[in-house]
């Protein structure tokens, strides 16, 4: 049955201190890029003309491009979003609050999946276990190199819990060598590699709930990286490319 994407879930926005980008993450004051995405993230909260303004059972005009974007037709014109970063922006914030504050609730695996780590894994992953377990994704000693995945976040659609977990170490050693919080890196790495992907098939429902829950997010516009999640198309800007001025 059709349900939200991964890690989609209904709720509230996370608190200004769990949720507001941190530094190393992306600086929301350095350059006019960032200053003008900040800008139009809080113009749109303001707005009703935002893709996020509208309940999801009057949001009607939804499409999916290339299983990449995803397009909402707005009073203004049209609205673009990438479906990656938006649901990576989503993770990004719901992680943080999970290891600060609420704990994400795991869903336990029918049976363990094993895993053999090099000496170095096993140290990191030892290191960063406490705070995967409050994520949801509890792993533990299985003697000598061996590791147990146990469970995964509620809600996150995996292919391969081993793959993720794979990588969520690999990017969690490149990020913690950033200007990055532990707290930080971990859920820069466990977002980008739990969030949905590029040519993933999303229903008109999946799509609804992840620009429901993106507006939710204290920066709907930069991913945690600092890319951008939505672009804007005016009608004006439209016009423009048709010659109608």
């Given at each position: ?33 960032y200053d003008r995405l900040i800008e139009e993230s809080e113009a749109l909260e303001r707005s009703e003309e935002g893709a996020g303004a509208k ?191």
């Amino acid at each position: 049955p059709a349900g939200p994407p991964a890690g989609v879930e209904p709720g509230g926005p996370a608190s200004a201190d769990e949720a507001a980008p941190l530094a190393g993450v992306y600086d929301p004051h350095d350059g006019e890029h960032y200053d003008r995405l900040i800008e139009e993230s809080e113009a749109l909260e303001r707005s009703e003309e935002g893709a996020g303004a509208k309940s999801a059972g009057e949001r009607t005009r939804v499409w999916q491009l290339h299983r990449t974007y995803i397009l909402s037709q707005v009073k203004s014109g049209l609205v673009i979003i990438d479906q990656h970063v938006a649901h990576e922006r989503i993770l990004f914030e719901r992680a943080l609050a999970a290891m600060r504050e609420r704990p994400w609730s795991g869903q336990q695996l029918l049976f363990p999946v094993t895993i053999s780590l090099d000496p170095a894994e096993s140290g990191l992953l030892e290191e960063i276990a406490p705070r995967l377990k409050r994520m949801g994704l509890e792993v533990e000693p299985f003697g000598g190199r061996e590791w147990a995945i146990r469970s995964i976040p509620s809600g996150v659609r995996v292919r391969s819990e081993e793959a993720l977990l794979r990588e969520i170490l690999a990017d969690y050693r490149r990020e913690h060598d950033l200007r990055l919080s532990p707290e930080e890196s971990l859920a820069a790495s466990f977002a980008c590699k739990a969030a949905i992907k590029a040519g993933d098939p999303l229903t008109l429902e999946e799509m609804n709930a992840l620009i429901d829950e993106l507006f939710l997010t204290r920066y709907p516009f930069v991913c945690p990286h600092g890319r951008p999640v939505v672009v804007n198309l005016s009608l004006k800007e439209l016009h423009r490319l048709f010659g109608r001025e």
